[in-house]
């Protein structure tokens, strides 16, 4: 089965850049989709299709996808953004299979 | 306004039976899959399974095949998740959440439902 590999955690202090990755086996032939869930909260698409934007959601989020590894970028971050972030593709070798990455916790220092 | 609403949390006995709701409203309920989504404890996401309430086409997770029942009603627009004999292991927060089709992403979640099995 597929499997999306996510680091578990990333730190990035206020106003600068974070990246997060999510790496598969040439991923970059999937739609990666993003989510980002708060404590106690329900998840919430942030980027769907590799890079488009909900309506909602801060210009800050863009997403790229491209050979085996996608990756979801905030720019500017905010105290708000820390939360968990997973990526999740369907799996084409397998009918409507959907596989989620492990989540990476996001800490605004 | 596109809702999901789940039905309220649960404490049930292990060899219990349960049968969880997801109640859309908003939009064309049988136009939509609809998934559920497994969070244990300080753990992440896991696909469980969907269904197409339009004709209630129904796919599993090989993970969770044969330990859980999804079904929907389309006259009452709701999906649901059943159980016929929980374990403490099926302790857990669990999501519905609508999607296009294959390839599409999760565009709304419900609050979730939380399940607690302990004796």
């Known amino acids: 089965s597929y499997v999306l590999t996510q680091p578990p955690s990333v730190s990035v202090a206020p106003g600068k850049t974070a990246r997060i990755t999510c790496g598969g086996n040439?991923?970059?032939?999937?739609?990666v989709h993003w989510y980002q869930q708060k404590p106690g909260q329900a998840p919430v698409l942030v980027i769907y299709?590799?890079?488009d934007r909900p309506s909602g959601i801060p210009e800050r989020f863009s997403g790229s996808n491209s050979g085996n590894t996608a990756t979801l970028t905030i720019s500017r971050v905010e105290a708000g953004d820390e939360a968990d972030y997973y990526c999740q593709v369907w799996d084409s070798s397998s009918d409507h299979n959907c596989v989620f990455g492990g989540g990476t916790k996001l800490t605004v220092l | 306004e596109v809702q999901l609403v789940q039905s309220g949390a649960e404490v049930k006995k292990p060899g219990e039976s349960l049968k969880i709701s997801c109640k859309g409203s908003?939009?064309?309920?049988?136009?939509?899959?609809i998934g559920w989504v497994r969070q244990m404890p300080g753990k992440g996401l896991e696909w469980m399974g969907i269904?197409?309430?339009?004709?209630?086409?129904?796919r599993y997770s090989p993970s969770f095949q044969g330990q859980v029942t999804i079904s929907a009603d389309k006259s009452i627009s709701t999906a649901y998740l059943q159980w016929s004999s929980l374990k403490a292991s099926d302790t857990a927060m669990y999501y519905c959440?609508?999607?296009?089709?294959?390839?599409?992403?999760?565009?709304?979640w419900g609050q979730g439902t939380l399940v607690t099995v302990s004796s």
């Open positions: 040439n991923i970059g032939s999937k739609s």
């Open positions: 959440a609508r999607y296009l089709g294959v390839g599409a992403a999760f565009d709304y």
């Open positions: 269904i197409y309430p339009g004709d209630s086409d129904t």
């Open positions: 908003g939009y064309s309920f049988t136009s939509y899959w």
């Open positions: 299709y590799d890079s």
